[in-house]
């Protein structure tokens, strides 16, 4: 059987903004730690992702101490840094919360600072604010696939998500040009293997952490979108349309939840109960 091994750790701080890799991270009941914890908003309070403002992936994060720098740049445009935003585990969200709607969902969430979304707000020409999602503020998980009343972060529905090296590989060799991992967003990508085996786990293990396997991830218009222009094709959805379709949704990579939380490494073996 082949090794199967824990290479590259993600975590995507502001929903839909760009990812920080990691050498390693705490595991959360609602997802690993700072993953998702914060988002954009529009006036109403609504959601914001680059399924309708691709330029959202110009904006990247980078981990200085115990700060996340965000920056933003594009092709016609000075480029700009934002430092010392403080988005760190020991934070206290104390202004006023307010509610906000991702999805289906109502939450409370709290603007993190008044000068950071206009900030923000410079950037893509319209009004939005970055709010936090407190650690104790509830999002249950689908009942429909939670196992212990789960709850999830700012992620679009799960905790976790996870995919096969030997996934992305195959899909590559089908396109004509190869689209890089970041399309997908995944918390966890692992080597060995076969092409998407990785549909069928239910129960596994990362190192010392145990991970469920709950639902095939189906995929939106996000891995249309170049994370480096923000400029939005097809590919690679209408490939993976011709053969990891099911109804009307296209599925790559493993939604999970976690029954043990502590740390996991690169490099941390992956094992199949």
């Not at 998702?36 to 609504?46: A, C, E, Y």
């Not at 994060?61 to 720098?69: E, K």
């Not at 700012?154 to 004509?176: C, E, H, T, V």
Request: net charge neutral; proline share 5%.
């Amino acid at each position: 059987m082949t090794q199967l091994t824990l290479t590259e750790i993600w975590i995507y701080p502001v929903k839909s903004l760009g990812g920080i890799r990691m050498r390693s991270a705490k595991v959360l009941q609602k997802g690993l730690e700072f993953d998702r914890r914060w988002m954009l908003v529009d006036s109403d309070g609504v959601f914001m992702t680059q399924r309708i403002h691709p330029r959202m992936a110009l904006f990247k994060l980078a981990m200085n101490g115990d700060q996340f720098v965000i920056t933003y740049e594009d092709n016609t445009r000075k480029h700009v840094a934002l430092s010392a935003v403080r988005l760190n585990g020991s934070r206290v969200d104390s202004g006023k919360q307010m509610t906000a709607r991702i999805w289906n969902d109502e939450v409370s969430v709290v603007e993190v600072d008044r000068a950071i979304s206009e900030w923000f707000s410079r950037q893509l020409e319209f009004e939005c604010r970055l709010v936090s999602f407190p650690e104790v503020n509830p999002r249950a998980v689908d009942p429909a696939f939670g196992v212990n009343n789960e709850n999830v972060s700012l992620a679009d529905a799960y905790p976790f998500l996870i995919i096969g090296q030997s996934s992305l590989d195959d899909l590559n060799r089908k396109l004509d040009s190869a689209v890089p991992m970041n399309r997908f967003r995944p918390n966890f990508v692992f080597t060995g293997g076969q092409p998407y085996e990785e549909d069928r786990w239910t129960n596994f293990r990362i190192g010392d952490n145990r991970f469920l396997g709950v639902k095939p991830c189906a995929r939106c218009a996000l891995p249309t979108i170049n994370q480096d222009t923000a400029e939005k094709g097809t590919e690679p959805l209408y490939t993976l349309s011709t053969y990891r379709k099911n109804g009307s949704k296209v599925f790559f990579g493993q939604n999970l939840l976690a029954v043990d939380h502590s740390i996991v490494v690169e490099g941390d073996p992956v094992l199949l109960n």
